[in-house]
């Protein structure tokens, strides 16, 4: 089932890549995690962090499920553009206003930003893409966020925002009717 989870999650990344964007214009990194010691990695730092989390609990249930997930979809914001619509859902009137004042900040486990809500958009396209093709091909998923955080903060993807989608073949699916840890 790992090989066909895979081949999945190859084709969940192919999704997000076409997904429409701000602009037309795409400025997202892509990752597929296949193996098995690096979705390791990212379960082991979960786990490490999930005690200084407000979030305990749910940092280890979800850290239960990437180190029994099969395949793992990174999708993140690659670059801090802006779209350029002076939408103002940035908190700037602008965007020339946000370019000129903004102060990239970061977290531990967390994102950097702010950011462009119409990049933060591309992203949510991305995932709702990829959901689509995994209920297609029949492949249990989850989006989640304390992968990305994880994923990002181990360097295995180069990007201020990242969202997950860990997949596999299951009996029944472990991403769906799980329980957080008392």
């Not at 499920?65 to 859902?89: M, R």
């Amino acid at each position: 089932m790992k090989d066909a989870a895979i081949t999945a999650a190859r084709l969940l990344a192919g999704s997000m890549r076409t997904a429409p964007k701000a602009g037309g214009k795409d400025f997202l990194e892509i990752v597929v995690v296949e193996d098995d010691a690096t979705l390791a990695r990212i379960a082991g730092a979960m786990r490490e962090y999930a005690p200084r989390s407000t979030n305990e609990a749910f940092w280890l249930r979800d850290a239960d499920n990437i180190a029994k997930t099969q395949a793992l979809v990174l999708v993140g914001l690659a670059e801090p553009n802006l779209a350029g619509y002076d939408c103002g859902a940035c908190g700037y009137a602008t965007c020339k206003d946000m370019a000129g004042q903004r102060k990239l900040t970061a977290r531990e486990m967390g994102y950097g930003g702010p950011h462009c809500v119409m990049r933060m958009i591309d992203i949510g396209s991305a995932l709702a893409s990829a959901a689509k093709t995994a209920a297609l091909l029949s492949i249990d998923s989850r989006v989640q966020q304390r992968v990305g955080a994880a994923a990002r903060a181990l360097g295995v993807i180069d990007a201020d925002v990242v969202m997950g989608l860990p997949v596999g073949y299951y009996g029944k699916s472990i991403y769906h009717d799980r329980q957080a840890r008392k």
